[in-house]
């Protein structure tokens, strides 16, 4: 069974950063306090810095319980999704949850940071095991260029916020930086995210870039050369490292639909990802994404690491 029966978790996936990755999804996609132009869930729908329990946090947590009971344990369960998971008021809730039925899986936290200036997301995310935080733009006009934040926001803010989670913090912290060629991609500006990066003393940062379509064609992936200069500034910056995929799970033919229309509802991916991901047999993907196609459940778009696939009509729900 895939988690295609599962309303609120995706995967599990071969994380990039994680190892295999359970995801939880804790809002509506695409639910949001930014809109960042190089986001591969598409543009937010719903601009938002309100905390609520968007989806049921009971209902999340009898799908982690049920999850577990079919499945092994993955390496991580992680927040993530089509949005921002801080928004949700049972974040710290169902973080306790999955410590207490999977204890040796690492709890972990993909976050825009913005949030973190409100006491009650400090609070909430301390169960999480790792967080990793982003922050992409310290001058407040390159911020709007980039992430096109809820009016309330800013990035000095969002940094004293992250700098006061940190200081409370026992957990392992990870600061994320994209680069957007041309944007924020300058001395002035680099030498400014150094500065709050020193501050924040995270134990790993990392420059990540584009690799699928963003929201926005204009944003293009950041060469080798802007890679290896914009991690030398940040010191200790590396370009986020691919997965190692000896432990990719099989499936049978069955849920191969269902598994591809559930990734790209959430993010568009290659053949090369469905592979990799899924382990299934190129062969029987590339018929079954044929007939997706053929239906008109999916497109395919020409991007410069090849061909994606997505959902027709954008993520969904
Ligand atoms: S990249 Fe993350 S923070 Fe930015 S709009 Fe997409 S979901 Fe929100």
């Not at 913005?114 to 997301?121: G, N, P, Q, S």
């Not at 260029?145 to 989670?165: D, K, Y």
Request: charged share 25%; net charge negative.
């Amino acid at each position: 069974m895939t988690t295609q029966a599962y309303r609120y978790l995706f995967g599990p996936v071969p994380s990039r950063r994680l190892g295999l990755s359970l995801g939880v999804d804790l809002v509506p996609s695409k639910t949001c306090s930014l809109d960042c132009v190089y986001c591969e869930s598409g543009t937010t729908t719903h601009l938002t810095v309100k905390r609520r329990e968007w989806v049921p946090t009971e209902a999340v947590k009898e799908e982690i319980s049920r999850y577990l009971l079919e499945h092994d344990a993955p390496d991580a369960v992680t927040f993530s999704g089509a949005g921002e998971p801080t928004l949700h008021t049972g974040i710290g809730d169902v973080a306790r949850h999955i410590k207490k039925e999977a204890p040796g899986t690492r709890v972990v936290l993909l976050t825009n940071g913005t949030l973190f200036h409100m006491e009650a997301v400090r609070r909430d995310v301390l169960p999480v095991d790792l967080v990793v935080a982003s922050y992409d733009a310290f001058d407040s006009d390159l911020f709007k260029v980039i992430n096109r934040p809820h009016s309330s926001l800013n990035p000095q803010v969002m940094a004293e916020g992250l700098l006061t989670f940190r200081e409370m913090y026992g957990g392992e912290f990870w600061l994320e930086f994209f680069v957007v060629p041309g944007v924020n991609d300058q001395e002035k500006e680099l030498a400014n995210i150094a500065r709050v990066a020193k501050e924040l003393r995270p134990h790993r940062i990392q420059v990540n870039t584009l690799d699928r379509p963003g929201a926005e064609a204009w944003v293009k992936p950041a060469d080798a050369e802007i890679l290896k200069r914009v991690a030398g500034t940040l010191e200790a910056g590396e370009v986020i490292s691919s997965y190692d995929d000896s432990r990719k799970r099989l499936m049978v033919s069955d849920d191969v639909e269902a598994a591809i229309l559930g990734m790209i509802g959430r993010r568009p991916a290659t053949l090369a990802d469905f592979v990799s991901s899924l382990g299934v047999n190129v062969d029987v993907l590339e018929e079954v994404l044929d007939q997706l196609l053929k239906k008109g459940c999916i497109v395919e778009e020409c991007q410069g690491r090849g061909r994606f696939y997505k959902l027709s009509n954008g993520p969904k729900d």
